[in-house]
């Protein structure tokens, strides 16, 4: 009776991770219902940039629960639901991102960033954020471990 006093209610959030050495993996985030930082649910970067080694994932095939070392996640792809929204008060870098395993992803940055640090050199050098978020599309994010990214260079505003 008591494990259920303290069990802490979250969901799932289907995702595609890529672990060193591993390769793909797919598998299942769990986050809180409410998030600790904004209104609404928790999301999957806030989870990814906690301070704890280990990230508790649910695999799908094996069905089989795993906590992976947030230092063996390249990066994590999932989709979300398209929210223009925000879009005015975000701003938006576009830029390609070089991975140490010769992957290249091009997107763009939409962060909510104070004017004065709102270079694409300072979200990178954010120092409590292991992990950044590119948006691939309107819907397709992917949160990419700094400790395995090469170079980013700035994309043109017209792509």
Same mark, same amino acid.
């Given at each position: 009776?008591?494990?259920?006093?303290?069990?802490?209610?979250?969901?799932?959030?289907?995702? #595609? /991770?890529?672990?060193?050495?591993?390769?793909?993996?797919?598998?299942?985030?769990? @986050?809180? +219902? !409410?998030?600790?930082?904004?209104?609404?649910?928790?999301?999957?970067?806030?989870?990814?940039?906690?301070?704890?080694?280990?990230?508790?994932?649910?695999?799908?095939?094996?069905?089989?629960?795993?906590?992976?070392?947030?230092? #063996? /996640?390249?990066?994590?792809?999932?989709?979300?639901?398209?929210?223009?929204?925000? @879009?005015? +008060? !975000?701003?938006?870098?576009?830029?390609?991102?070089?991975?140490?395993?010769?992957?290249?992803?091009?997107?763009?940055?939409?962060?909510?960033?104070?004017?004065?640090?709102?270079?694409?050199?300072?979200?990178?050098?954010?120092?409590?954020?292991?992990?950044?978020?590119?948006?691939?599309?309107?819907?397709?994010?992917? @949160?990419?471990?700094?400790?395995?990214?090469?170079?980013?260079?700035?994309?043109?505003?017209?792509?």
């Amino acid at each position: 009776m008591k494990a259920r006093i303290l069990k802490v209610p979250k969901t799932e959030k289907e995702v #595609s /991770l890529w672990v060193n050495p591993d390769g793909l993996v797919k598998g299942s985030l769990f @986050l809180l +219902e !409410q998030s600790h930082e904004h209104a609404g649910q928790e999301e999957p970067i806030e989870v990814l940039n906690q301070d704890s080694p280990f990230v508790v994932v649910r695999l799908h095939k094996p069905e089989q629960l795993r906590f992976y070392n947030r230092t #063996s /996640l390249i990066r994590v792809e999932y989709e979300q639901e398209e929210n223009n929204d925000a @879009l005015g +008060e !975000q701003t938006i870098i576009p830029c390609t991102i070089h991975l140490m395993d010769g992957s290249i992803l091009e997107g763009t940055i939409r962060e909510t960033l104070p004017p004065e640090r709102a270079r694409l050199f300072d979200y990178l050098n954010r120092e409590k954020a292991r992990f950044i978020r590119l948006y691939l599309s309107d819907t397709e994010v992917c @949160l990419i471990n700094k400790a395995f990214i090469n170079y980013v260079s700035p994309s043109d505003e017209t792509h």
